[in-house]
């Protein structure tokens, strides 16, 4: 295990998914979510909706792996051999060994269809066994049911609720929920299990 380093380029993939960094010259791939599918961003502290939102939602994202705080990936699905959304580690802590997992979203096409499990086992797999991270976590908007049901459903487990933790572009403020996944439990039975849903 080594530290991890946001200024290396790396893809990780297996047979449904290939996930590399994101760039600024992956625009055109992800302009249609951003023009047809604005209600994806419905719970995002960050939206994409819309050409400039999805500019600015590039320039961020760069900008934050330039300062080594994120790692913004562009998600290719090999199934539908077309460009489905983007997903990111983000809050690395490398002396902590502990980093985030989210801003991820998929188009409405690819939600349901087993890619987000293939992109959380890939994922996964690097933070624990090659980035030399104890601890992955995961934070959503409380009211977001489909993606707490997702990351229960690979195994993440509630630490609790943050609330009023952020305001939101319209001015109200939301609760997190606060939920992770520990190297221990990857290594005791979380891999196996996540793996057997790749089938």
Partial sequence: MGAFSTTVDFVLEDDRVLLRPLSENDFPYLLP??????????????????????????????????????????????????????????????????????????GKKFQGSGLNVHCKYLLLSFAFENAGMFRVEFRADARNQRSIAAMKKIGCSVEGIIRQHLQLEDGTRRDSIILSILKTEWDNGGKEKLKALLK
């Fill in 33 to 106: 979510f951003s023009k047809d599918e604005k209600d994806l961003w419905k719970y995002s502290m960050v939206s994409a909706a819309g050409e400039e939102g999805l500019q600015k939602y590039l320039q961020k994202a760069l900008a934050a792996r330039v300062s080594g705080d994120e790692y913004p990936f562009i998600v290719f699905d090999k199934k539908f051999q077309n460009y489905a959304g983007s997903t990111r580690f983000y809050d690395i802590q490398t002396a902590n060994h502990s980093m985030q997992l989210g801003y991820t979203w998929y």
